[in-house]
């Protein structure tokens, strides 16, 4: 079957989305039954969107629009053309644009693999150069793509979709795995419910051998920096180069947006940071946590973050997991929320005994290693997905 140019409005409903209220941040807007998807809740999805950081009110909702699941998101602003289908009904603001399929023309799953394959570069040649990125819906209408029958769209979107349901399965198990670490540790050290706590002493809520403290007594805080953006000899190296936009959903951190040079290395505030460093997240979102996977510099917009004494990286990252609001409430700053140093000092910290901490590493380290397992398994079938996509997109790869 032949493939024909076509524009996204022949294949069905298109409109951007919608908040009309301002300001943006108004609380009575949130907190509501109404998931609110953002630029970055599409950029940090799969296939689909199930997870999101907001929701709307009725307030809310009645400002907004209510988009069924199945809908294409495609974003227009902050991160450009990138695309997820909601598995959820959702709102989301006027720097996403809605795409609902015409079913006898178009396949949502194949405008996204199309928008991943090739628009995407297209598009982004609209933004090149702004001082903010953005695209507007009529640049957007403006393409035209070559696309199949709709009965072939789906044989394709069966295919490539495949890999991403087994990404997302992944997904889903990496989350369980590492709820039981969360429950674990709340278990042992938050309930008090450790091995042998029967026969422990217990004063005023700390165990016998155990230390109250300070995060900032537990823990070296370790700053980052960025080499010079204008040398090009300090970019586009093998050091992966750790931001907040790299911080991930999952415990690890695998992989960066950019990476460094040894000479960008030298020349900037950073250092080589070990597998299993604790990264937190220190100005605008603050309060993302990731393991480094690998050895890995950072940028000044986060904090690197290693246990004192016999207090292990796993056992630090669980303890932060879990104190991670208090992090959240002191966040101060005039022009965007940050922690510095001396927040740390604010955070209460109970350093269990040396034995309690290895017991709880030893309890969890495999579970950490099927996380790291199935982040790897997931790499290799994007990987996959990626390497067929264009051949499938173009028309080269009948299905």
């Not at 969107?49 to 974003?75: D, F, K, M, V």
């Not at 933004?127 to 769209?153: R, Y």
């Not at 997931?378 to 990626?386: G, H, I, S, T, V």
Request: proline residues 5%.
């Amino acid at each position: 079957m032949s493939w024909t140019p076509q524009r996204l409005d022949q294949l069905g409903y298109l409109s951007r989305g919608r908040s009309r209220h301002r300001p943006r941040d108004a609380a009575h807007l949130y907190d509501g039954p109404y998931p609110f998807i953002q630029t970055g809740d599409v950029k940090h999805a799969g296939l689909h969107i199930t997870n999101y950081e907001q929701t709307y009110s009725e307030a809310g909702l009645e400002q907004s629009r209510l988009w069924p699941a199945g809908t294409l998101c495609i974003t227009i602003a902050a991160n450009i053309a990138d695309t997820a289908i909601l598995g959820i009904d959702a709102c989301f603001p006027d720097s996403v644009i809605g795409f609902i399929p015409d079913k006898k023309k178009a396949d949502a799953r194949f405008v996204k693999y199309l928008f991943d394959a090739t628009i995407q570069r297209r598009v982004q040649q609209f933004t090149q150069g702004a001082a903010q990125d953005n695209l507007s819906q009529e640049k957007l209408l403006s393409i035209e793509f070559k696309v199949p029958g709709v009965g072939e769209q789906t044989r394709i979107g069966d295919v490539v979709s495949a890999y991403d349901l087994l990404i997302e399965n992944n997904r889903r198990r990496m989350a369980l795995l590492e709820e039981a670490t969360r429950q674990l540790f709340r278990e042992w050290f938050v309930r008090l419910r450790f091995p042998g706590h029967e026969h422990t002493l217990i004063s005023m809520g700390v165990p016998e051998g155990w230390e109250k403290s300070t995060a900032f007594a537990a823990m070296e805080v370790l700053s980052g920096g960025t080499p010079k953006t204008t040398v090009p000899d300090y970019w586009d190296g093998e050091i992966p180069f750790y931001t907040p936009k790299d911080a991930s959903d999952t415990c690890y951190a695998l992989r960066t947006e950019r990476a460094i040079t040894e000479t960008g290395l030298k020349n900037c505030n950073s250092r080589l940071y070990d597998p299993d460093t604790v990264f937190i997240s220190a100005r605008g979102t603050v309060g993302k946590l990731n393991l480094a996977a690998r050895p890995m510099a950072m940028s000044q917009s986060c904090y690197a973050l290693k246990g004192k004494g016999h207090v292990s990286q796993l056992f630090l990252f669980c303890a932060l997991k879990d104190a991670i609001e208090h992090f959240k409430q002191r966040a101060v700053g005039a022009v965007f929320d940050a922690i510095v140093v001396d927040t740390f000092k604010l955070i209460p910290f109970m350093v269990p005994s040396e034995r309690k901490v290895r017991l709880f590493e030893e309890a969890v380290a495999p579970i950490f290693r099927q996380v790291a397992n199935l982040m790897e398994q997931n790499e290799k079938l994007a990987a996959a997905r990626d390497l067929l996509l264009p051949r499938l997109m173009s028309g080269d790869l009948a299905v």
